[in-house]
């Protein structure tokens, strides 16, 4: 069975730091692109970061730039979103999602249509 499960959300203060972890299992991420995503309430869905295949290109969304950094842990089986400065904004619930059908490409998939796994989400809350 495929599975994405988020970890690492939680309450922190404005101007603090979280790391969300997606990890898979029933398959491998190494070559997958993989996107996080953010829900706040009464909000659609909107894309956060995204890396393709391997080490290949990452996006971001502007609004996080300079913040949050993506990377991968191929051992670990295992796709980070490094969230630094956080601001009451960024609270929604984030959702990692993979995209089997890009693999091997270096194309950045954007759009929430273009993932076929997704985790079940992490809530984050940024609150002093």
């Known amino acids: 069975q495929l599975r994405l499960v988020e970890s690492g959300g939680g309450l922190v203060h404005p101007g603090g730091s979280l790391r969300l972890s997606c990890a898979a299992s029933?398959?491998?991420?190494?070559?997958?692109?993989i996107g996080w995503f953010r829900q706040a309430p009464g909000k659609e869905r909107e894309g956060v970061s995204c890396?393709?295949?391997?080490?290949?290109?990452?996006n971001y969304a502007d609004s996080v730039k300079g913040r949050f950094t993506i990377s991968r842990d191929n051992a670990k089986n295992t796709v980070y979103l490094q969230m630094n400065s956080l601001k009451p904004e960024d609270t929604a619930v984030y959702y990692c999602?993979?995209?089997?059908?890009?693999?091997?490409?270096?194309?950045?998939?954007?759009?929430?249509?273009?993932?076929?796994?997704w985790g079940q989400g992490t809530q984050v809350t940024v609150s002093s």
């Open positions: 999602a993979a995209a089997p059908r890009y693999s091997g490409s270096n194309y950045l998939p954007s759009q929430p249509r273009e993932y076929q796994y």
């Open positions: 029933g398959f491998t991420l190494d070559y997958i692109p």
């Open positions: 890396i393709s295949s391997g080490d290949g290109p990452t």
